[in-house]
């Protein structure tokens, strides 16, 4: 149940606003990075998580760039036959 409820608050597809003057890493400016936070605040009360106030801000920028970097990995279009080494050898 609590895995199911973490996919769905990191699943939505909102816009993440940059904080004013600001320009997020995904493209997005806006009035501020309140709704970011508000989903860190989520996902942190689903799997009872304190994140000390003074902290908050931070984790929220935190997070948003690492979904921004996931983004740009996810959005690589593979060939067609591509499939994963059946055994990584560095």
Avoid: C, H, W
């Avoid at 597809?13 to 936070?37: K, Q």
């Avoid at 996902?43 to 740009?72: M, S, T």
């Amino acid at each position: 149940m609590r895995a199911m409820q973490i996919m769905q608050l990191a699943a939505m597809n909102d816009p993440v606003p940059a904080p004013p003057g600001a320009s997020s890493p995904t493209g997005d400016s806006g009035g501020g990075p309140r709704l970011f936070i508000e989903r860190v605040e989520a996902l942190a009360a689903v799997i009872d998580l304190d994140i000390p106030p003074q902290y908050l801000a931070g984790v929220a920028e935190n997070l948003e760039r690492l979904l921004a970097q996931a983004k740009l990995i996810g959005d690589v279009e593979l060939p067609p036959g591509s499939d994963a080494a059946p055994v990584f050898r560095p």
